[in-house]
């Protein structure tokens, strides 16, 4: 069965700082990763997804994630956040046709 | 127009009540999902269906009766309402069964809370 590991429960950052959230994966197979992010609030909206190609993804607000099917993980990065990129951050894995698997979020609090 | 609504979006409920959440999906997809989320943020799947067909049923209990009288509708009823089933729930559909790119498009979620 497919599981996800999320590393961090909470990050504080102040803005600008730079983010990278941990994310792994259990499964030998062929898989599609997701990074969702839902603002307090609201529902949850996709930022960025990998399914095969360049192990590097690039989504929407200047997201961006690696897959490294090496170590199993599927890491969410920033350059640079902002106190509009406070929200909690759930990587999830869908392996053959199964549904999305989710880790249980990282909450990210930006101050300004 | 939202693609994928619920109602209610919130709801305040006394133990032992039976309650029902709606979700409507007009993005024409075959398949439609519940996922609670508890208070620490932990999404887990309850029910899918795909094309009005139950297609997974996690452990959850009996109380819990999902009905999708057409692919666009996906209802949840509830039963006997417990304290443990204050949670938001999330509706959601994709494409297929998983679909070809296994991304899922959310509902704005239903806050119950049982008193």
């Known amino acids: ?112 | 127009d939202t693609a994928v609504s619920q109602t209610p979006k919130y709801l305040v409920t006394q133990m032992g009540n039976d309650k029902s959440i709606k979700c409507e999906q007009n993005l024409g997809h075959d398949t439609m999902y519940w996922y609670k989320q508890d208070s620490k943020k932990f999404l887990k799947i309850m029910f899918s269906y795909n094309n009005k067909e139950l297609i997974i049923n996690e452990t959850v209990p009996n109380r819990f009766s999902p009905k999708s009288p057409d692919k666009a509708h996906l209802n949840l009823h509830i039963n006997s309402l417990e304290l443990g089933d204050s949670a938001v729930y999330f509706c959601a559909s994709s494409p297929l069964a998983g679909g070809n790119t296994g991304e899922l498009f959310f509902g704005e979620g239903s806050r119950l809370t049982v008193l």
């Not at chain 1, 990278?20 to 990074?35: A, D, I, K, R």
Request: glycine share 8%; with cysteine; proline share 4%.
């Open chain 1, 1 to 112: 069965a497919q599981s996800v590991s999320q590393h961090n429960h909470h990050v504080i950052l102040s803005e600008a700082a730079s983010l990278e959230l941990g994310c792994n994966y259990s499964y030998g197979g062929t898989v599609n990763l997701f990074w969702y992010v839902q603002y307090p609030g609201q529902h949850l909206q996709l930022l960025l997804k990998y399914f095969s190609g360049d192990p590097l993804v690039k989504g929407i607000k200047g997201f961006e994630a690696e897959f490294i099917k090496s170590k199993f993980s599927f890491n969410l990065r920033k350059p640079s956040v902002q106190w509009s990129d406070t929200a909690e951050y759930f990587c999830a894995v869908r392996s053959g046709y199964s549904t999305l698997t989710f880790g249980k979020g990282t909450m990210l609090l930006v101050s300004p």
